[in-house]
């Protein structure tokens, strides 16, 4: 009688074991939360304007930190090489031999030619997975009611400047939400009272309250520090004054400054102390990119957080900025509207918690086109085959079965025409193609000349018509973008 009790107990404490040991099972197999994704792009920064890439003069703690618990992605490259194909690139998955919008293509009398409603773009794929979606900042893919309007592409909210002509001016005289023109308090394109860029942050930070309790796309294409060189009065602005010294003023064209009648909406203002305006506006940039980070920490989210940022091209030279003087692109030649390495490598962050190692760098190639089948990956979406991006989500994860890109191609259709490839370490750049289609070609090797100064093609005859190969299929025509055509 006593061992039939202990063999009855034996088997319920298997049982109860086994009961245990089924739900913790169970509970494995549970999918972890979505990560939430925060994508800040930066407007012309340049590699070389963060600090932990050699910057002397800017500080950026916040981006700096960042990279020390993130990974730096040390061979990232832009969409293109100006704003409008830069944003079509990235939001399409498709470089500027594919992607729609390959130029900066004006409407009047505000925006800019739209992108189809009929492609996926990035938000559209959050929102297809149940992500909340918005974008805060600098939008310039179609304007309000076309089908590029940002709430036709996948954005549930949109605050900021659809137009990008207009985002050349810090102090408009209203932006956008949604389809409503929300009026900015004291500004009148004479008088300056409100700068946009605080107004837009204070959305932003709101967006990420309002949807703490569920996953979420947040897009923040900030305006900085892009041409015009405005900001403030304030600590920042003065520390700059300070710590840079006198300086020679920046005079604009008639017809730019505040005030001035008639008044040339797409120009820049006059600025008495533009090198230190410029480092002010990298540090705002900076700032608000440490108060996003904190509000993720404050709402509990930072854990299940993946931030990237990102510049759209190299810095630029209008409205008075000297990025000589900065060393913006580092050793690399070339600036804004180039496509050499200055005009389209640009500093790449990204952190995961628990997922990235900190403080890492990867040497992966990647660009723009890039960041829709990664994310695809992450949030378990399928993506076309016909993006040309490859997910570089095992770089992320520290796996060795990262698959590589053939080659890489730009086009650039100001200034005569341009493009370039780049395959493994040789990069090949024409100028002057519109008018002609066998322009010559430049080559150079980057692991031995990453500042492009040795153009070697003469040495090697054998790249070179491979890389002509290249040229000619790496593009189809576009009716509205034409290059040869």
């Not at 409008?84 to 900066?104: D, E, F, K, V, Y």
Request: aromatic share 12%; hydrophobic share 35%.
């Amino acid at each position: 009688m006593k061992n039939s009790f202990l063999f009855c107990v034996v088997l319920l404490m298997i049982g109860i074991l086994s009961l245990i040991s089924c739900q913790g099972k169970k509970s494995d197999a549970i999918p972890k939360k979505q990560p939430n994704i925060v994508f800040i792009l930066a407007d012309d920064l340049g590699y070389g304007d963060l600090g932990f890439l050699g910057q002397k003069v800017i500080e950026t703690p916040n981006l700096d930190r960042l990279a020390a618990e993130g990974m730096f992605f040390s061979n990232h490259y832009s969409g293109a090489t100006v704003c409008a194909p830069s944003r079509s690139a990235l939001m399409t998955g498709l470089h500027t031999g594919h992607t729609p919008i390959r130029g900066n293509f004006e409407i009047q009398p505000e925006g800019q030619y739209p992108l189809s409603d009929t492609l996926l773009t990035l938000p559209k794929l959050f929102q297809r997975a149940g992500y909340a979606t918005g974008a805060f900042g600098k939008w310039g893919l179609g304007f309000v009611g076309t089908e590029g309007d940002p709430n036709n592409q996948g954005f549930d909210q949109f605050f900021g400047y659809n137009c990008q002509r207009i985002a050349h001016r810090y102090y408009p005289e209203y932006l956008w939400k949604n389809k409503e023109k929300v009026f900015l308090p004291g500004n009148d394109w004479k008088q300056k009272s409100t700068y946009a860029p605080d107004i837009i942050h204070q959305e932003s930070l709101k967006f990420l309250e309002e949807n703490s309790h569920k996953p979420f796309f947040m897009f923040v294409p900030m305006v900085m520090p892009h041409a015009e060189l405005a900001i403030p009065e304030g600590d920042l602005l003065d520390y700059y004054r300070n710590k840079i010294g006198d300086e020679e003023p920046h005079l604009a064209k008639k017809g730019s400054d505040y005030g001035d009648d008639p008044f040339d909406i797409p120009g820049y203002q006059s600025n008495p102390y533009p090198r230190a305006s410029y480092a002010a506006m990298v540090a705002l940039l900076d700032r608000q990119v440490g108060e996003i980070i904190k509000k993720l920490e404050d709402l509990g989210l930072i854990d299940n957080t993946i931030i990237i940022f990102a510049s759209d091209n190299g810095p630029h030279v209008e409205g008075g900025n000297d990025p000589d003087y900065f060393d913006s692109n580092g050793i690399f030649r070339g600036y804004k509207r180039d496509l050499y390495e200055g005009g389209i490598k640009t500093p790449l962050i990204v952190k995961w918690p628990g997922i990235i190692k900190k403080g890492s760098t990867s040497e992966h190639i990647s660009a723009f086109w890039d960041f829709l089948p990664t994310f695809a990956e992450i949030i378990g979406q399928e993506v076309p085959q016909t993006v040309d991006g490859i997910s570089f989500l095992p770089t992320l994860k520290g796996e060795s079965n990262q698959r590589t890109h053939e080659y890489l191609y730009w086009e650039f259709h100001e200034l005569g025409g341009r493009q370039a490839i780049r395959k493994g370490d040789w990069k090949a750049v024409k100028y002057g193609v519109k008018n002609n289609p066998q322009a010559a070609m430049e080559l150079y090797n980057l692991k031995e000349d990453p500042s492009e100064s040795q153009n070697i093609a003469d040495r090697y005859p054998d790249i070179a018509q491979e890389m002509t190969g290249l040229f000619n299929q790496a593009r189809i025509p576009n009716p509205i973008f034409k290059f040869f055509e």
